[in-house]
């Protein structure tokens, strides 16, 4: 298998893995955003930007790998080299997006009472 065979293979596949990942995260993702958010529209852009950074990171990270024309090995070995940096990435851009997240739930979200519930306080008159 030629160099550039191995080298589309290993992008196409990296591709697949990202936008496979992007659109199972999609509707929860926008769910999120738009009550961070509170429109439709910034949630949307919030949605995008996201996808793009976890489609990007991966597809830089599975560029970034040096396949070698000197490998005795099965063209299959370069090909888990290269998705092994890309699935680096994966987990990178996906760790980053929930980071950002988890901070703006946080800030968002109050701390509710350790109390168990049906034991609230009540005025008394």
Do not use: K, N
């Not at 990202?18 to 910034?42: K, M, N, P, W």
């Not at 996906?94 to 997240?101: M, T």
């Not at 946080?106 to 034991?119: D, F, H, T, Y």
Request: glycine share 8%; charged share 10%; proline share 4%.
């Amino acid at each position: 298998m030629s160099l550039s065979a191995v080298f589309s293979a290993g992008i196409g596949t990296t591709l697949l893995v990202s936008f496979g990942v992007v659109l199972y995260l999609r509707r929860a993702l926008h769910a999120i955003l738009f009550d961070l958010c509170g429109t439709q529209e910034r949630a949307y852009f919030w949605r995008v930007f996201s996808a793009v950074i976890i489609v990007l990171v991966p597809l830089w990270c599975a560029l970034d790998y040096r396949l070698s024309s000197e490998f005795a090995g099965p063209a299959l070995f370069q090909i888990t080299g290269m998705l092994q940096q890309a699935l680096s990435g994966l987990l990178f851009a996906l760790g980053a997006v929930g980071v950002v997240l988890t901070v703006f739930i946080c800030r968002r979200v109050p701390v509710r009472s350790m109390r168990a519930p049906g034991l609230e306080e009540h005025p008394t008159h």
